[in-house]
């Protein structure tokens, strides 16, 4: 079984991916396209999964 914890941050590191891949499309700016990569593919769930636990 995947606990929860790897279930949440497997969701936002595909989430990020896709986001980082769609934002291409729009800008050509590489640190925002890493901001979003980075913040919803680590920070976002790194933040969610601590919560839980605590």
Request: glycine share 8%; charged share 10%; net charge positive.
């Amino acid at each position: 079984m995947v606990s929860k914890d790897t279930r949440i941050t497997l969701l936002f590191v595909v989430l990020g991916t896709a986001l980082w891949l769609i934002s291409g499309q729009f800008t050509n700016t590489a640190w925002i396209r890493w901001a979003i990569l980075i913040g919803v593919g680590v920070i976002i769930p790194t933040i969610l999964t601590e919560r839980a636990n605590s």
